[in-house]
Nanobody, 128 residues
Framework: VQLQASGGGLVPAGGSLRLSCATS??????????MGWFRQAPGKEREFVAA????????DYADSVKGRFTISKDNAKNTAYLQLDSLKPEDTAIHYC????????????????????WGQGTQVTVSS
């Protein structure tokens, strides 16, 4: 399964972006995937950003993005999204999407080791 992340860019502080994560999985397979977003800034470790269960009904967020970012999943389009609002310079990082196959319905995963597939990342840069 391939994941293709897109939608990154350069925005001023307070701006918004919408990241997309398109998959090569079929609709039926994608509906079994729990999805997550992580990010890594230069010189820092990869960190959890947001996650959603396979049905798109349960979500989890890092405290640093809670109330500003929104994760969603469209099983009809085989795509996951991350809406980034009220961006801050500290949000600058490469953002990666990840997929966990055959996920339990209620599963929302915040640890990167549990994911099976990763996208190539998309750069988000927020200017002050």
């Amino acid at each position: 399964v391939q994941l293709q992340a897109s939608g990154g860019g350069l925005v001023p502080a307070g701006g918004s972006l919408r990241l997309s994560c398109a998959t090569s999985a079929s609709g039926r397979t994608f509906s079994q995937y729990a999805m997550g977003w992580f990010r890594q800034a230069p010189g820092k470790e990869r960190e959890f950003v947001a996650a959603v269960n396979r049905a798109g009904s349960w979500t989890d967020y890092a405290d640093s993005v809670k109330g500003r970012f929104t994760i969603s999943k469209d099983n009809a389009k085989n795509t996951a999204y991350l809406q980034l609002d009220s961006l801050k310079p500290e949000d600058t990082a490469i953002h990666y999407c990840a997929a966990k196959s055959r996920a339990i319905l209620s599963t929302v995963i915040s640890t990167w080791e549990q994911y099976d597939y990763w996208g190539q990342g998309t750069q988000v840069t927020v200017s002050s």
